[in-house]
């Protein structure tokens, strides 16, 4: 018999802060690409992204290598970087600097 291990499917939501409605399709666009890029790097993969105005829901698969807290902490530091360098406006929306 062949086992063969699939991985565990997370489901992650993320909300903007002070749930400002700032996902816009600029902002969303940036958020598919970056999830897309970690699967080489980190492997973990994006399975469904769903986006509403102030928040994000994400099915992701990963090999048991990270936990859960270090999943979405990469998820959140790598996205936050990349929104910010490539919609530098959101940091004024979000504190005026």
């Known amino acids: 018999m062949v086992s063969q291990y699939i991985g565990v499917l997370l489901s992650i939501q993320l909300t903007v802060k002070y749930r400002k409605a700032l996902l816009n399709v600029k902002v969303q666009e940036v958020i598919v690409e970056t999830l897309k890029g970690l699967k080489e790097r980190y492997a973990i ?46 940091k004024q929306q979000l504190w005026g600097g």
């Open 45 to 90: 993969e994006p399975s469904t992204i769903g986006f509403n105005q102030n928040h994000i829901r994400i099915l992701c698969k990963d090999l048991p290598k990270y936990s859960g807290g270090q999943i979405l902490s990469t998820i959140k530091s790598i996205t936050g970087q990349q929104i910010f360098e490539l919609v530098p406006e959101i």
